[in-house]
């Protein structure tokens, strides 16, 4: 089943959930147009503020929205966060890095659709036996934390061997992309990086500049923001700072006892400076992006966005 009729919407796209960036202007600009969207848990600061969030889409509509939930242990937030997202009975979750075991079971008697982030076949398997209602498959042309796996590969490895719908992430830029991976099996996608460029995101216009500025042949993946492979734009900055993770941040990643305080660490540490780069005039630019830059050639509303990927796009 494709993910329009499994949700209810005109075209089989969400409008991914990007760390920082989507806000509830870019899902109700999605919802508007006839494709559904999902921000990440952690992009509110405290639990009122998401609760106000997810109040704020439902009154202005009643179309089907989702939330992104960081399900590993590393993130202090995860138990409040998912109580509301049940509490509230937002569309669908979508998990992320860590087991999702917890949010099915809470969120499938209740009708709640869980969507899990996967990046190989091992993991999808896992995730289809504890009653995932999807896969995101997470490649290598993805923005943020990429898969290592080309689009087609991927596809066709997960078409093979699960039964549950494949949502392809990652290289979607326009209606040619789309009607693509559809052949290739998937169910649906998921698209980030072009609406980094709207009207509708909160990040500075440096930021939206350089999306137009850049090409995919600029996209880097670095370690040393969140101790897993981030996707950036290769600035000048970047450049300075260098992409792989020093001695010390390696060596403290491979103790097993301390990893996931480590890797706390170094995200939280990442995700500061991530921050400060979107939101404010600095020489630091570390801003995320993906290979799909390279289609991003003007900022724009987010309606003429999702028209580049729906005009042309054979059911």
Known sequence: MTIDKMLGIDYPIIVAPMFL??????????????????????NYRTDDELRKAIDEIKAYTNKPFGVNLIVNKSNPKYKGQLDILVEKKVAFII???????????????????????????AY???????????VIAVNSEAGGHAGNIKPQELISLLKANLTIPIISAGGIANASHLNEVMRWGAAGVSVGTIFI???????????????????????????????????????????????????????MNKNKRLKKYIK????????????KAAFGATYKTLWCAGPSIEYVKAIRPMKEIVADLTNGYKA
Request: hydrophobic share 45%; glycine share 6%.
């Open 124 to 134: 999808a398997k896992k995730v289809e036996e504890l009653g995932a209602d999807a």
């Open 95 to 121: 998990t992320s890095l860590g087991n999702p075991k917890e949010v099915i079971a809470r969120c499938k008697p209740i009708g709640i659709k869980v969507f899990c982030d996967v990046v190989d076949l």
């Open 264 to 275: 706390l660490f170094i995200a939280l540490k990442g995700m500061k400076a991530i921050e």
């Open 197 to 251: 460029a709207s009207e509708e995101a909160p990040v500075t216009p440096d930021y939206k500049q350089a999306m137009i500025d850049y090409g995919a042949k600029d996209i880097v993946r670095t370690t040393k923001l969140s101790g897993s492979a981030l996707t950036v734009i290769n600035t000048p900055y970047v450049q300075e700072l260098g992409t792989e993770a020093n001695w010390l941040e390696r060596l």
């Open 21 to 42: 960036i989507s806000n509830t202007a870019m899902i109700k600009a999605a919802l508007d147009n006839g494709i559904t969207a999902a921000f990440p848990a952690l």
